[in-house]
């Protein structure tokens, strides 16, 4: 065990305690006696001094040429990836996650920040013509000023990225609240920003409670912008209280993902990409593939091939590179996740393989759960519509094409979806068909690349994109700029008919 990180909050450029100087601890989920890192438990007056400091750099750092903001994040690029298998490991030690994912969520960083360094020799806007002689009509991105990032524990680097990047390089200042379990991740990607060179204020961290600091960042007067990744209940209150004080809000939330799997599909395929996208990440991922719909031809086959590989599956720590499904990430999350499990059990759904607590050796003291595959589920149970987060698939049968685009629609969500088929015709209709931002052809529900566009129709998201170009559009405001040179008064809609 190595000693605990001891993580501070950065504000103005500074490494500080909270004013109160209380703090928090996180810990490995892979062994629970385990202290990661202790953290500020900050408080108001915290979130005021990060605010004010972000409003105070928000001045110069918006007049600072769009391609040298770029550089700075290309420096951090360069940075994530001397330090990639550094980070990676604490991640895996701090979230639970297995190291080769680890890497791939700081690589997923690391992407991020090369594109939107890229963008900054770009950030087109528009050039038209006027309906008028002598005058240029034009579009220019402008900044918003403070945005308030509001991270989750299961991407604990990407996710801020995908937040901090593209509005740091349309030249807004930021404060990231990272979530209560991983703030040893924030702690190390915000030294990285650090190293960089960013001036003082421009990037901000402030450790603490969701209930406290989220909620005091959402409600300040001096923040502009909310960028949050969460559950669909915290959705809803940062809604609540930006509807009411007037600010911008991108909200990424929860999915149910569905992987459909025709009679006609390469089954092999569907097979792997089905383990992969319901337990890649223990199915902690708002990407992750919790239903699986299965045409009944080929049911009876596919389900007894999936459990022969999820049996092989090995569970441990994330930290050992040979295993493969790693902790939940806390107790409480645990604890969820069996609820559902017992929920299915009383809806009438039926347990096949796992479905309860991981026990053995080495894993006594950690928060284990063996991958769970449920048959038998019908799509109006609470475990075919809701989002568990943990690794747990639900079967449902269904016998045509039509029937299994309506139940994967059959849900509030719409962020990922799925079908394994080789007749391009139905691959077609399904990308007409299915409500979701996301959808695959032969290819698992999780797995989204830093340049394209991500997030979710429906109750998943408020209409906003993450990630991409489409992710300016978060952290920019268009102005439109009309320039006349005729020297005369020209009237728009009047002259010149
Ligand atoms: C998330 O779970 O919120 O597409 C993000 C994926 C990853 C990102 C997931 N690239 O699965």
Redesign the pocket.
């Known amino acids: 065990m190595s000693t605990p990180k001891s993580c501070q909050n950065y504000i103005g450029g500074k490494w500080q305690p909270a004013e109160s100087e209380a703090q928090m601890e996180s810990r490995n989920p892979a062994n629970w006696n385990e202290v990661v890192a202790t953290f500020p438990n900050s408080d108001l007056v915290d979130v005021d001094a990060a605010v004010n400091a972000a409003r105070q750099a928000y001045r110069n750092w918006r007049l600072v040429p769009a391609p040298v903001r770029a550089e700075k994040l290309f420096r951090v690029g360069e940075l994530l990836q001397q330090r990639q298998e550094e980070l990676a490991t604490l991640m895996s030690r701090e979230m639970g996650k297995a190291l080769t994912e680890a890497r791939g969520d700081v690589q ?1 960083a690391i992407d991020c920040a090369f594109y939107y360094a890229g963008e900054g020799r770009r950030l087109f806007g528009q050039t038209t013509p006027s309906e008028l002689n002598n005058k240029f009509a034009m579009t220019v991105r402008m900044p918003i000023g403070v945005c308030a990032l509001i991270t ?1 524990w ?2 604990p680097v ?2 801020p990225c995908w937040k901090a990047m593209p509005a740091l390089v349309c030249g807004n200042t930021v404060i990231l609240k990272p979530a209560k379990d991983t703030p040893a991740c924030a702690t190390f990607l915000t030294e990285i920003f650090a190293e960089a060179g960013f001036s003082p204020g421009v990037v901000n961290l402030i450790h603490g409670s969701g209930e406290r600091v989220g909620r005091a960042l959402a409600e300040h007067p001096g923040i502009d912008l909310v960028s949050l ?1 969460g559950s669909s209940e915290t959705g809803a209150t940062v809604a609540e209280i930006c509807g009411r004080t007037h600010k911008r809000l991108c909200l ?1 939330m929860g999915g149910k993902n569905a992987q459909i799997v025709m009679e006609d599909a390469n089954l092999e395929l569907a097979l792997e990409g089905a383990i992969w996208g319901a337990f890649g990440t223990t199915g902690q ?3 992750a593939t919790s239903r699986l719909i299965v045409h009944r031809d080929i049911k009876a086959g596919f389900t007894a091939q999936l459990l022969q590989v999820t049996r092989k599956l090995q569970i441990g720590a994330g930290t050992d590179p040979q295993n493969q499904i790693g902790p939940l990430v806390n107790p409480s999350q645990l604890e969820r996740v069996k609820e559902y499990i017992d929920i299915g059990r009383e809806e009438g759904a039926k347990v096949l393989i796992g479905g309860e607590a991981a026990t053995g050796e080495n894993l006594e003291h950690g928060c284990f759960f063996l991958p769970t595959i449920l048959d038998a589920v019908t799509p109006e149970m609470r475990v075919a519509r809701e989002e568990i987060f943990g690794p747990v698939v639900a079967l449902i049968e269904v016998s045509s094409f039509e029937e299994a685009i309506e139940i994967l629609n059959d849900t509030p969500y719409g962020l ?1 979806s799925s079908i394994y088929t080789q007749d391009v015709n139905r691959a077609f209709q399904a990308i007409r068909d299915i409500e979701a931002g996301i959808t695959y052809i032969n290819g698992p529900t ?3 690349e830093v340049h394209l566009p ?1 997030g979710g129709v429906k109750q998943t998201g408020n209409g906003h994109r993450e990630a991409g170009s489409a992710a300016l559009d978060v952290f920019s405001d268009w102005k439109t700029v009309y320039i006349d040179f005729s020297g005369r008064l020209q009237r728009a809609q009047i002259d010149n008919r």
């Open positions: 997923e989750p299961n991407f990407a996710i990744t990424e991922r708002c990407t990922s999780i797995g989204a991500f």
